[in-house]
């Protein structure tokens, strides 16, 4: 019958709505006669779009009917597949993933009904469960029928989400465990005189032993012989014949598995990581594996052995097998060049990998399987020899525990965990298609359309699943990077006297190694801190393993951990201190990262060392708002007695706020466990300015209370207000700036001009030598040359002499200063009074006229040319180089002048907001003000930096080494990496130079 044209438009549209790639191929299998009861069933179509590839599971589904051997069956199986809507998603959902299993429905087309059942023992079968699906296999072939339809179930299971990957690869291991049992029957059964001569375990080793097999691997097995019980002597002779007997016995089970019959093969068994490999002999006694790995063990096989298991044969054998070598493998980290011996053998997988194909290696390339499985099975050889909790086999169980104790981070843990999940489901997907082993990834669009919808991603398959799988590989290769030496920490830190103690030479060798260069020290402080029997030694030694590591990713390991004996030296009797280290998962790493950063924030925490305590609230690196802090600062000179004691109080609550702003700058900049990104470096910059500005702001407003109720009482006989200036009043202070500021006051009613003056003098005088008096703190240094008439001028003055000043004598680069005009401290209402007089010469009507616009680039060219230091190089100067700070704020501030009067969002006192704003009004393009933030945001980090790094402030790159690699890891350079930093700078801002040159020269 022909279909008409508008239905069959109709029906092609719905299907490649419900995902079908060949309409026309899906039309025509859906009018076979044999699915003429259900083709218009709209539940079937649902169900057919829903699986990963609709028109293999119709194509399935069709050879599935046919293959029926009546119509009571075909009847059966349809009624079933549009009733029941288990077996329906578990049916096509196989179909639509598996060309292999779809075959093997198509030979054996009553296994359907294997599906049908959805028990709670169906949802998790075990080994038990398999044996009895297995249970009438008599031979070879039979065996691979039965192995598949239990195959069949694992994977309907897998690919409906009814069971998540790790149980999908445990179901996986104990099928492949009763498949063996079934083939050591089998053998036997075909040789029952040598069964009854020996007694024979098989070992599961890899992934079978580890309860996470692929659904296509080799089975790795060991075999373990002994004469069977009253078959006689002990001697040679006896146990020669046991041995013999095992080994056919062995044998035969392998070819009974391994074997191509007409029904295919099941896998491989592989007997390859035996003693001596495939030279060894196939079966050894108990003894003979014994001695063999106490002499000549490499260190790979221990850590083969960490997944032994006994699964079939004599299973007390095979207990007493792995009991025996267990503590040879709980000591193997003791062996000499055990770590470089792991991490040779890992880097050797990779190099091996042909060159085409590194790229697509899901399995042993960078960000692989192998990366996440090295790395666990790496720690828990080292941390596993005290702690018997993480001596898993499974390589998610083992992580788990790794986090759970302490010895991964839980954030860490957790990605690499969703990471592994995503590459063994990527990995079971691929495999699922053929039945094939393989661990590539495959280049052609229907595959990855087909896994990518398998693994839940439909709206754009393809892009979705390449852009999972690379993330997953750059975490996993991230954490392994940073995992993967994470076990020296550990020997280093376990220095009291244990079995496992390393010698001091050992030690040192492995403290350089992390990049400690006073490893002698570092051990002082390693014994001071760990060794004792108290609790703050148990729990520091519980710490230093992972401190050590965090020290170790820094430019400055030695400092890192001398400031922490340093702060555990004053605070390691406050009972909070170290349970908030050991219980509070950020806290000790924030600390770490802040003690090792640098000399800045590590001086204030030890003049503070209480405030340890903001490191581990979750909001306790938060800045604190301004209004909160001019409350607390003004409280606390409130409290004080005297006006420098006063001055004393708002300093403590300035370097408490100090050390917020570090840590927290500090730590968003490394990121961390818990946040492992680091956060948008204009972010970061944009908080640092204003928590400065802000800290600064209230410390002055203190201050002022200070002089004045010392002097005066509660009244002052003026009005006073200070106005902030240059990055002060562009709330971009760095850590080393000066604070800027003009003062204006106005006479109270009743008091004379003089007096008022004269009152207002002292106030500024006071307040300077108040806040230059000794202190160990980061000095805060208030400049007011920004004044009419610079150091010449008073430095107070009344609105109206400032007006009459202005009004008469203001040049033009007086115009540009006021642009960052803002009141910070004193009289509000004053110093909005201030704002009104000076706007209408920040923002001149018409703009700037031609001259003033000259006058502004005259100012710029000399100040180029005068003010640079002696011997500077201009290309790495960050306040006055080129393409630096000063460039692309002269460049805005141009604007601001030339526009601000038209455009509202230019009157701002911040360089990036009004830079911004520029570009929304089209001042600039786009790319130009993009080009200009980078290089504003860059140079103002880097000094920063400079201040962090070194105690002192500076405009250029440290030229010390160390202190250079620091100012890069701040930055966000790895060791190592300090010439790409420079690299990057230069770049940066002669961009940035060019769009000045352009913007504001004109050229």
Sequence with gaps: MTVPQGRRSSTFTRLLRHGFTDPSAAERLLGAPELSAVRTDPVLLDALGAAADPDLALLGLVRLVEGQPDDTGRRELLDTLVSAKPLRDRLLGVLGASEALADHLARHPRDWRALVTYELADLHPGVEEFERGLADATDPVSLRVSYRRCLLAIAARDVCGTT????????????????????????????????????????????????????????????????????????????????????????????????????????????????????????RTLSSHLAYYQRWAKTWEFQALLKARPVAGDLALGEEYVSTLAPLV????????????????????????????????????????????????????????????????????????LAAGGYVGRVDAVQLDDAYRFLRSLEHRIQLFKMRRTHLIPEDDADLRRIGRSLGMRTEPITELNRAWKRHTSVVRRLHEKLFYRPLLDAVAQLAPVETRL????????????????????????????????????????????????????????????????????????????????????????????????????????????????????????????????????????????????????????????????????????????????????????????????????????????????????????????????????????????????????????????EAAKAAAQVVSEMRRLLQLPSSDPPLLIDADLRPEGKSGPLVRTLASYEAYYRRWSLVWESQALLRAEPVAGDAELGRAFIDLIDPLRYPAEGLGEDAVREIRRLKARMEAERMPRGADPTLHTKLGRGGLSD????????????????????????????????????????????????????????NAVMLVRGRAGDTFPSDGRELAAVGRYLGYDPGHVGDMLDDYRRVTRRARAVMEERFYGA
Excluded at 538 to 543: E, N, S
Excluded at 695 to 715: H, S
Aim: glycine share 10%.
């Design 330 to 401: 709980w000591h193997a980290a003791e062996r000499d060049n055990f770590v470089p011996d792991v991490q040779k053998m890992r880097r050797r997988v990779v190099e091996n990998i042909p060159a085409g194909e590194v790229d697509r290696e899901l399995k042993l390339g960078p960000g692989g399987l192998r990366d996440v499985e090295f790395a666990v099975q790496l720690l828990q050889l080292v941390h596993g020899r005290g702690d018997t909790s993480i001596r898993s086999g499974s390589t998610l169980a083992a992580l788990e525990a």
């Design 888 to 943: 692309v704020e002269w460049t805005v501030q141009l604007m601001q002048l030339s526009h601000g009067w038209v455009e509202p969002g230019l009157r701002t006192t911040r360089t990036r907001e009004a830079l911004a704003a520029a570009c929304a009004a089209e001042l600039i393009p786009t790319e130009d003000a993009a080009i200009l933030d980078e290089a504003w945001v860059l140079a103002a980090r880097v000094r």
């Design 503 to 754: 010698s001091t030479d050992a030690a040192r060798e492995r403290l350089v190694a992390l990049g400690y260069h006073d490893p002698a020290a570092a051990l002082r402080h390693l014994e001071a801190l760990a060794s004792g029997v108290t609790r703050k030694a148990a729990i520091q030694r519980t710490l230093l393993p992972v401190l050590l590591g965090w020290f170790a990713d820094s430019a400055d390991p030695d400092a890192g951990l001398l400031n922490f004996r340093k702060v555990s030296d004053a605070l390691g009797k406050t009972p909070w201190y170290l349970r908030l280290l050991r219980d509070e998962g950020a806290a000790a790493e924030n600390l770490a990262r802040v003690l090792s950063a640098g000399r800045l924030a590590p001086d204030l925490l030890l003049r503070a060392p209480e405030a340890v305590a903001l490191l581990g609230d979750q909001r306790g690196l938060d800045p604190r708002d301004h209004a909160h802090l001019e409350q607390e600062v003004l409280a606390a000179v409130g409290r004080a007695d005297g006006a420098e004691k006063a001055v004393t109080a708002a300093r403590g609550v300035r370097r408490r706020e100090l050390f917020r702003t570090t840590a927290a700058d500090i730590i968003g900049s490394y990121g961390t466990e818990e946040s492992p990104a680091a956060e948008d470096p204009g972010a970061l910059l944009d908080r640092v300015g204003s928590a400065v500005s802000d800290l600064t702001a209230a410390t002055i407003a203190g201050t002022l209370r200070a002089v004045v109720r010392e002097g005066w009482g509660d009244t002052l006989p003026v009005r006073f207000s200070v106005i902030g200036m240059g990055r002060f009043g562009g709330h971009e202070l760095s850590y080393g700036s000066d604070a800027d500021v003009l003062f204006v006051h106005e006479p109270r009613e009743g008091v004379g001009d003089h």
């Design 164 to 283: 998540d990957v790790a149980e999908a690869a445990a179901e996986l291991a104990d099928l492949a465990t009763a498949t063996l049992r079934a083939a050591l029957a089998m053998a036997e059964a075909a040789a029952p005189d040598d069964a009854a001569r020996c007694r024979l375990a098989v070992i599961a080793m890899g992934k079978c032993g580890g309860h996470e097999l692929n659904y296509v691997s080799d089975v790795d097995v060991i075999f373990v012989g002994e004469p069977a019980e009253g078959t006689g002597g002990t001697d040679a002779a006896d146990e020669g014949k046991a041995i013999q007997a095992a080994t056919r016995l062995a044998s035969h089970m392998m070819r009974i598995c391994s074997e191509t019959t007409v029904e295919g093969t099941i896998w491989p068994v592989d007997a390859n990581l035996r003693p001596e490999g495939r030279n060894g002999p196939l079966v």
